[in-house]
């Protein structure tokens, strides 16, 4: 059984900046894809980021410019670092992981969340 946690939410002023971790470990197979969604409460979880072992990413439309994902695939870790942070991008982050390639899931492997507030 793959077991993901993530770590590194918290409160932030608007503007703000904040790296959330996620690590994956356990499982008979390598874990290639990772990938951070986020959700509030009322919507649909939605994707952020995601990279694979290979290093190819996806970044969603609404973080371009201000969010980078990143892996040390040594240690089964992905970082979500996120910049110029908005009140719409305070949400629960949801770490997945997966042994397949897509960036776009499925993901068979999640974490329980870490809460991220940004205040105006």
């Known amino acids: 059984q793959v077991h993901v946690v993530e770590s590194g939410g918290g409160v932030v002023q608007a503007g703000g900046s904040l790296r959330l971790s996620c690590a994956a470990s356990g499982g008979r197979f390598a874990i290639n894809a990772m990938a951070w969604y986020r959700q509030t409460p009322g919507k649909q979880r939605e994707l952020v980021a995601s990279i694979t072992s290979g290093g190819r990413w996806h970044l969603a439309d609404a973080v371009k410019g201000r969010f980078d994902i990143s892996r040390d695939n040594a240690l089964n870790t992905a970082y979500l670092h996120m910049n110029s942070l908005k009140p719409e991008d305070a949400a629960t982050y949801y770490c997945?992981?997966?042994?397949?390639?897509?960036?776009?899931?499925?993901?068979?492997?999640w974490g329980q969340g870490t809460q991220v507030t940004v205040s105006s």
């Open positions: 997945a992981a997966d042994d397949g390639y897509r960036l776009d899931g499925p993901y068979d492997y």
